[in-house]
């Protein structure tokens, strides 16, 4: 099919596009083109993309006097019907690709399993029986807390199967956070392990998924895959609820291994991933099976080099990002490894849908990285023979403090090794640098990913390159190598485009920091919030709402070859190892505590995670009569039960007044610097400014 004229954006010896120069037109068929081509569909597809928001528009006031506005409706690809797990596994099968390995696991116990894609497809539909016998309908919410190993892809995969919403949580979370996430789905089952392997022990998890039962929810059933028990005496002293719960292998020990794919709307619901934003809970993104998928499928081509060369005239090769096929000879040559645990937007689309849609291998590795030692990871690189390594700045940064200098000469084989990926959080130079080093060996390609659950796919980053065409830094014929430029997650995907503009919505100048907003998006972006569509138009819609852009959040700057760079986020959440918390959330769950009145918290810079979080507190009278260390625990400890590991503040500091604005907001910005002894900004709007002399005092003496 012929191309609109400025179709420029996507050519790949122009690798510095200008988003001005993407009409409407040409990136809605650019994205039909893909999803047509990508996705097996049951019924085609009529009407490309509908986007109701081009501003928000009054509804007049409510009952309670506050003025209400329309909420943007997205539609990509209505009217098609598809069947995201067939896509993703029976038809790889039917292709002749039934032998081809799918998974590659590796428990953190050492053992190991190779899935192929027609165990896949058996073991999918087992578990699809399994669910319809439990009385799972499409619509019907289904909560996975499962560690990295196969039945939680298998599981994610029956839900998509059937049509019933999975929603994924980190097994790392509490119960009180596994809680919130089955109410608030309103889910009718939860599925669980006995057990958990973590750093060498075997931790319980069924008392977790018991306790975030217990208040008012709609859990019919609780379906337990064997983990760590192993015989039929450990299961029997497993916590039990006779009419509730079900053991895995019991409910589908006699279902057949084929079932049927129904077909389902492209806008139907996949899946709610929860994610935190600036107010109090985190909130549940939904993305949708038609759109999610396309962009899911050409992001992984894209950015993991399963598109096939084009060739410029200096024989320069780079991959033809107009292509709606892969080449099957890097399809079947790929050993994908993305490291993040199932439960994160991260993995959805690079762990499970995007490697599995495309119909390459994967290794999925359930344990900590440090586990038995910190050369694990090295191992499993070699292993399996992994082509694309993706992981997170934190990791690289516990690896290089275990090995400054790499790993030790001569001890692992990395030469499978193309591609290496980020994602989570800006990467330091220092990081970027050991890993091209020592894992790439200095001459794999470095795709910086920036995105977010909300976009569900990436929205900026380098491409691949060729190294073996390329001298370090330009190509040939002058044109920049954006992959190696570490920290820098340079341009838009094509099919979207991306701004840094100031309050108004203005460009900033080059190398000043603004806001970055995705002027056009693409089809995986979520669709709403579940069960609260004003908040979807609150926090990303209404800010440049004349404009019709999406508020990612972060700040940005750009170089003069025009490509961005993300300087973290403007709100109220934290970076911390790559893991969105709000700072709201955690002062919400301090204040929940006996000994604390009122709560501030504030990220502070640290070397290994990125962020870490400092509470301030102001106390109650049962909270002044425990020593620093006392409080420190005790807190630390509510905050691991309310929320999970990940959120316990690296300090607590009691204080007696916490810095706010006349309008009642506290000031996070001036507890960070105020932490860190940096030059205190802007104070004009605090209602309470002695307070920060007196804070400064604590910190002082603390
Ligand atoms: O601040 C950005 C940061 O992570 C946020 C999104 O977090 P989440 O929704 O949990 O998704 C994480 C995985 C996609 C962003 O707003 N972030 C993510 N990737 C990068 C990044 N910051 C800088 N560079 C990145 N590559």
């Known amino acids: 099919m012929a191309l609109p004229a400025d179709f420029t954006f ?75 797990a067939y896509n993703c596994v029976d038809r790889h099968v039917e292709a002749g690709r039934g032998n081809k390995t799918a998974l590659l696991f590796e428990g953190e116990p050492g053992d190991r399993e190779a899935i192929s894609y027609a165990e896949l497809q ?62 608030d789905t309103g889910a009718k089952v939860l599925i669980t392990t006995d057990g958990q392997n973590r750093r060498g022990s075997v931790v319980p998890v069924k008392v977790n998924a018991d306790d975030a039962c217990t208040g008012e929810n709609k859990i019919e059933h609780i379906i337990v ?69 396309t962009q899911t499928a050409y992001t992984h081509a894209l950015l993991y080099d399963l598109l096939p060369d ?66 694990r990871h090295f191992e499993i690189l070699e292993r399996y023979k992994v082509t694309n390594y993706y992981t997170a700045p934190t990791l690289i940064r516990s690896l290089m403090g275990a090995f400054p200098q790499g790993p030790q000469a001569g001890k692992f084989d990395f030469s499978s090794i193309k591609l290496l990926g980020s994602v989570g959080e800006s990467i330091n130079p220092e990081a ?6 020592h894992i790439g060996g200095n001459n794999a390609s ?19 390159h060729d190294p073996q065409f390329a001298p370090a830094g330009t190509y040939p014929d002058g044109a920049p190598r954006t992959s190696l430029k570490p920290g820098c997650a340079t341009r ?22 603004g806001f970055i907003v995705v002027d056009k998006i693409g089809p995986s972006m979520a669709r709403t919030v579940w069960g609260n569509p004003q908040r979807y138009l609150d926090s990303y819609w209404k800010h440049y709402g004349e404009r019709g852009w999406f508020l990612a959040g972060d700040g940005a700057k750009q170089d003069a070859e025009g490509d961005t760079y993300i300087l973290g986020r403007i709100d109220d959440v934290i970076n911390i190892s790559g893991h969105r918390l709000s700072t709201i959330e955690i002062e919400s769950a301090l204040i929940t505590h006996e ?70 907001k506290i000031t996070r910005r001036l507890l960070s610097q105020l932490y860190e002894g940096k030059a205190l900004g802007d104070r004009s709007s605090l209602q309470n400014e002695e307070a920060l002399d007196a804070i400064a005092r604590v910190i002082a003496a603390h």
């Open 492 to 513: 838009a995907v094509p099919g979207i485009s991306t701004r840094v503009v100031d309050e108004k919505g203005d460009p900033v100048e080059t190398g000043t920091q």
């Open 10 to 84: 996507s050519d790949p010896f122009n690798p510095t596009p200008n988003p001005a120069l993407i009409s409407d037109e040409a990136r809605i068929q650019f994205w039909g083109d893909q999803a047509r081509a990508r996705l097996t569909w049951g019924v085609p597809f009529t009407e490309e993309n509908t986007h109701s928001f081009k501003k928000p528009v009054s509804l007049g006031l409510d009952a309670d006097g506050v003025e209400q506005f329309t909420i943007p409706k997205i539609k990509w690809f209505e009217g098609g019907k598809l069947n995201v």
């Open 310 to 375: 084009v060739e410029g005239e200096d024989g320069t090769r780079r991959p033809d990002e107009l292509s709606t096929v892969n080449d099957p000879a890097k399809v079947e040559s790929a050993v994908h490894w993305c490291t993040a645990d199932l439960a994160w937007v991260t993995a959805h689309t690079y762990e499970i849908y995007g490697p599995l849609v495309n119909g390459v291998t994967e290794v999925i590795y359930e344990g900590t990285p440090n586990t038995p030692t910190f050369e």
């Open 225 to 293: 895959v064997d983990r760590t028990a192993g015989t039929a005496e450990a299961r029997a002293s497993v916590p039990w609820a006779q009419d509730r719960d079900v053991w895995y292998h019991e409910l589908i020990a006699n279902v057949p291994d084929t079932h049927e794919a129904p077909l389902h709307d492209a806008e139907d619901p996949l899946f709610i991933i929860y994610t935190s934003g600036t107010t109090g809970k985190p909130k549940g993104l939904v993305h949708t099976m038609g759109g999610y998928l």
């Open 432 to 437: 970027w640098h050991w890993l091209y080093t």
């Open 446 to 464: 470095f795709i910086d990913t920036w995105w977010q659950s909300e976009t569900g796919s990436t929205v900026c980053s380098p491409r691949p």
């Open 595 to 664: 000994t604390v009145i009122e709560a501030g918290v504030c990220p502070i810079e640290d070397e290994l995670t990125g962020h870490q979080a400092v509470a301030f507190v102001t106390l109650s009278k049962a909270g002044n009569t425990l020593s620093t260390q006392e409080l420190k625990t005790v807190l630390s400890e509510h905050i691991r039960h309310e929320i999970g590991p990940i959120a316990k503040p690296k300090d607590v500091v009691a204080v007696a007044d916490i810095p706010k604005t006349r309008s009642g």
């Open 122 to 183: 058996k073991r999918v539909a087992k578990a699809t029986h399994g669910l319809e016998k439990l009385g799972v309908a499409k619509g019907d919410r289904v909560v996975i807390y499962l560690p990295v190993i196969p039945e939680t892809i298998i599981f994610t995969l029956a839900c998509a199967r059937i049509g019933a919403i999975h929603s994924l949580v980190f097994g790392g979370f509490s119960a009180e956070a596994l809680r919130f996430r089955v109410e």
